[in-house]
């Protein structure tokens, strides 16, 4: 099923040679949302990547013939839900991550209210497995407009680190947050996002994110770190929550960086 187990080929292991500075400028300049961070997380975000290159295993699915780049790209955006919240530690329960050529199809199971068990097919763009491994697809051009699928596939992770495999999009809080006002929150977000998606209002959330809590919290995650301040505007509480969760204040360095490019 799987290509090629793939190591991360300029970084054979810790010892190894850091990722040369032009490969580190293609990807940045691949990733502008990575703007709106402080300016002091951008060498942590660079050493973390690099230290989770040589802790994961890559498999490239359906013939995809991995790169550095490829892998970089994934290590980067999977590290930014972590960057001051825990670090590696809250990935250490899996290896693997998978990448698909584009979206990609996984057999499913359910059971309905009556006890029988329902087979069907699904077509993705991530999973992320409770048993193990993350699903990505990977487009060369780049996610669909709106969509960064690792960001949110690594936030489902984060979720059931939490929560023993599940995500039901209330994870591990870190300390001084309470797990009571988060839950008050997000089930008043989704809840009004439910309400506007059925009454055919638009908002700056993928309708994805009306699925269930859990994808609610993984798509207004992807959102904080891509359009901040759309996200502060829209949901304010909720920004405000994921301000504290993941130590960042992408909203106001957005801001502050669109406001000096305005005025030179």
Same mark, same amino acid.
């Given at each position: 099923?799987?290509?090629?187990?793939?190591?991360?080929?300029?970084?054979p292991g810790r010892l190894g040679a850091p990722v040369p500075a032009g490969l580190w400028t293609r990807i940045e300049a691949r990733l502008p949302f990575l703007d709106w961070l402080p300016d002091e997380a951008r060498p942590r975000l660079r050493a973390?990547?690099?230290?989770?290159?040589?802790?994961?295993?890559?498999?490239?699915?359906?013939?995809?013939?991995?790169?550095?780049?490829?892998? @970089?790209?994934?290590?980067?955006?999977?590290? @930014?839900?972590?960057?001051?919240?825990?670090?590696?530690?809250?990935?250490?329960?899996?290896?693997?991550?998978?990448?698909?050529?584009?979206?990609?199809?996984?057999?499913?199971?359910?059971?309905?209210?009556?006890?029988?068990?329902?087979?069907?097919? $699904?077509?993705?763009?991530?999973?992320?497995?409770?048993?193990?491994?993350?699903?990505?697809?990977?487009?060369? $051009?780049?996610?669909?407009?709106?969509?960064?699928?690792?960001?949110?596939?690594?936030?489902?992770?984060?979720?059931?680190?939490?929560?023993?495999?599940?995500?039901?999009?209330?994870?591990?809080?870190?300390?001084?947050?309470?797990?009571?006002?988060?839950?008050?929150?997000?089930?008043?977000?989704?809840?009004?996002?439910?309400?506007? $998606?059925?009454?055919?209002?638009?908002?700056?959330?993928?309708?994805?994110?009306?699925?269930?809590?859990?994808?609610?919290?993984?798509?207004?995650?992807?959102?904080?770190?891509?359009?901040?301040?759309? @996200?502060?505007?829209?949901?304010?509480?909720?920004?405000?929550?994921?301000?504290?969760?993941?130590?960042?204040?992408?909203?106001?360095?957005?801001?502050?960086?669109?406001?000096?490019?305005?005025?030179?």
């Open positions: 099923m799987f290509g090629k187990l793939k190591r991360w080929l300029t970084l973390l990547s690099e230290d989770f290159l040589t802790e994961k295993e890559f498999h490239g699915a359906r013939g995809l013939q991995l790169n550095d780049e490829i892998m @970089l790209m994934i290590a980067v955006q999977a590290c @930014l839900p972590i960057l001051n919240h825990r670090g590696l530690a809250a990935y250490r329960d899996w290896i693997g991550i998978v990448v698909y050529p584009g979206d990609f199809v996984v057999p499913q199971k359910t059971m309905d209210e009556a006890g029988v068990v329902h087979e069907y097919e $699904e077509i993705l763009l991530g999973e992320a497995r409770n048993d193990g491994p993350v699903l990505l697809a990977w487009f060369d $051009e780049g996610s669909p407009p709106g969509v960064n699928i690792v960001i949110h596939e690594f936030v489902h992770k984060l979720d059931m680190a939490g929560n023993g495999g599940d995500a039901p999009g209330c994870p591990a809080l870190p300390p001084g947050m309470s797990r009571r006002t988060w839950a008050k929150t997000f089930s008043a977000a989704y809840e009004r996002l439910c309400r506007l $998606e059925n009454a055919g209002i638009d908002t700056i959330l993928d309708p994805y994110a009306t699925t269930s809590p859990g994808e609610f919290f993984a798509v207004a995650s992807e959102a904080f770190f891509e359009t901040p301040m759309s @996200l502060r505007a829209d949901f304010p509480a909720v920004y405000a929550q994921l301000v504290m969760f993941y130590g960042l204040d992408t909203a106001t360095n957005e801001e502050k960086l669109r406001n000096t490019r305005l005025a030179t």
